[in-house]
């Protein structure tokens, strides 16, 4: 039998499938930025500056008139930076990208066209079954920009977001201790002569870390539990001094309570807050004493705590004052803004350099995890877990 002298092998004579190359190609984005109507929501996702970048890339932007007051941004503000400005509330969610802070309600679903993509936060545990029934009917493209990942895995509108609310919680708590009703008058800082402020924290991940800084900045004696070791640790090298740390010994925490004048709960679980602090903790404070419960949206960590607003953000319990404001970061809108412009301006151009959103999901696994619904069809495990829900894998859908 003749053998053969070819310098191919048998297997790679057989006919190979045609591999293409995906390339990008750039597209232009008109984005229309509406005015918040939820209750106390001051925030708005690009500032002027931010504006200006997007349109001078050759995108488009349509902002509702008065959308950014609450901010500290004027109309006139964002005209000088290129944005179109209206008054037509209809005119605005007609844009093919829709861009807001809160999710959109029902009524604004209405006003919004077939096959939109819509980014915002999707607060998944105040939703109902009805608003992704709203999306499908509509074939809706939504992203949540809580759950868009970062190249180092973090969750990036979080994070800053946490950073803002540990930081505001030592403010807020300094501020109550001088001006609300029982109060007892003590003032951040390490005033010669004077005992310092005793704040505990529960919880050492970015909320707790941030207002140990803050603590620290001002003055305080802080103390830090956590049932993570590793996260005490990286808590302590990240501050860059050592500081009293336990895991969730009730004893511990029991004392340090006792002797406390600010308690900080920034514990969160995966359904709801786990109590930490439970009510004959809070009983054996000293009066007036506060606490800030910053976990209060997920149920809070201190069993006493109740849900406020900005409105009126304190109740007495056994003599502590409790503040049990859910949306602390909204406190301070401009901050907040800027914090959240810095992380969507970058995405929005890297959409239009891939030539869209679906696109930029192809490219960017990071920004496919903040995608839950896709073309009307829910693509989140998680979220059709929660209200029992079929879906379908985006890896499925796209590639």
């Known amino acids: 039998m003749a053998t053969s002298n070819s310098p191919f092998t048998k297997a790679q004579l057989l006919p190979q499938e045609e591999k293409l190359?995906?390339?990008?190609?750039?597209?232009?984005?008109?984005?229309?930025?509406?005015?918040?109507?939820?209750?106390?929501?001051?925030?708005?996702?690009?500032?002027?500056?931010?504006?200006?970048?997007?349109?001078?890339?050759?995108?488009?932007?349509?902002?509702?008139?008065?959308?950014?007051?609450?901010?500290?941004?004027?109309?006139?503000?964002?005209?000088?930076?290129?944005?179109?400005?209206?008054?037509?509330?209809?005119?605005?969610?007609?844009?093919?990208?829709?861009?807001?802070?809160?999710?959109?309600?029902?009524?604004?679903?209405?006003?919004?066209?077939?096959?939109?993509?819509?980014?915002?936060?999707?607060?998944?545990?105040?939703?109902q079954k009805k608003y992704f029934d709203a999306l499908a009917k509509k074939k809706i493209t939504a992203l949540a920009f809580e759950f868009i990942k970062d190249e180092d895995h973090s969750y990036p509108v979080v994070k800053a977001l946490s950073e803002i609310a540990g930081t505001a919680s030592v403010l807020v708590a300094a501020e109550i201790m001088v001006n609300a009703k029982a109060g007892n008058g003590l003032l951040f800082g390490n005033i010669s002569g004077v005992p310092p402020v005793e704040v505990v924290v529960i919880g050492a991940g970015t909320v707790g870390?941030?207002?140990?800084?803050?603590?620290?900045?001002?003055?305080?004696?802080?103390?830090?539990?956590?049932?993570?070791?590793?996260?005490?640790?990286?808590?302590?090298?990240?501050?860059?001094?050592?500081?009293?740390?336990?895991?969730?010994?009730?004893?511990?925490?029991?004392?340090?309570?006792?002797?406390?004048?600010?308690?900080?709960?920034?514990?969160?679980?995966?359904?709801?807050?786990?109590?930490?602090?439970?009510?004959?903790?809070?009983?054996?404070?000293?009066?007036?004493?506060?606490?800030?419960?910053?976990?209060?949206?997920?149920?809070?960590?201190?069993?006493?705590?109740?849900?406020?607003?900005?409105?009126?953000?304190?109740?007495?319990?056994?003599?502590?004052?409790?503040?049990?404001?859910?949306?602390i970061p909204a406190r301070y809108p401009k901050t907040a803004s800027i914090a959240i412009s810095n992380i969507f301006t970058p995405y929005l151009l890297d959409i239009a350099e891939c030539g869209g959103l679906e696109n930029a999901i192809r490219f960017d696994s990071g920004l496919r995890n903040g995608l839950y619904f896709y073309r009307g069809i829910l693509t989140s495990q998680s979220v059709a877990e929660w209200f029992d829900l079929s879906y379908s894998d985006i890896n499925l859908l796209i590639f």
């Not at 984005?31 to 504006?51: H, M, N, S, W």
């Not at 340090?256 to 009983?283: F, H, N, Q, W, Y």
């Not at 404070?285 to 149920?299: E, F, Q, R, Y």
């Open 21 to 127: 190359e995906v390339f990008k190609q750039q597209g232009e984005l008109f984005i229309g930025i509406p005015k918040e109507t939820y209750f106390q929501e001051k925030r708005i996702c690009l500032t002027p500056d931010a504006v200006g970048a997007i349109v001078n890339n050759g995108h488009r932007v349509l902002l509702e008139a008065s959308a950014g007051d609450e901010a500290g941004y004027s109309d006139q503000q964002y005209s000088e930076a290129g944005a179109k400005i209206t008054k037509d509330r209809t005119q605005v969610f007609e844009c093919p990208i829709i861009l807001k802070v809160e999710p959109p309600t029902l009524e604004e679903i209405e006003l919004i066209k077939p096959k939109t993509v819509i980014i915002s936060a999707l607060q998944l545990k105040t939703q």
């Open 209 to 327: 870390e941030f207002a140990v800084r803050s603590a620290l900045g001002l003055g305080a004696n802080v103390k830090v539990f956590d049932s993570s070791i590793t996260k005490l640790r990286n808590l302590q090298c990240n501050v860059g001094r050592t500081l009293y740390t336990s895991t969730l010994q009730p004893k511990n925490l029991m004392k340090a309570l006792r002797r406390c004048d600010v308690a900080i709960g920034a514990v969160r679980g995966k359904d709801r807050s786990p109590i930490i602090v439970s009510k004959t903790m809070v009983e054996n404070m000293k009066n007036g004493a506060v606490v800030i419960d910053v976990s209060v949206d997920m149920g809070g960590c201190f069993e006493t705590t109740e849900m406020t607003s900005h409105k009126e953000p304190t109740q007495i319990k056994y003599g502590v004052i409790h503040y049990g404001v859910p949306n």
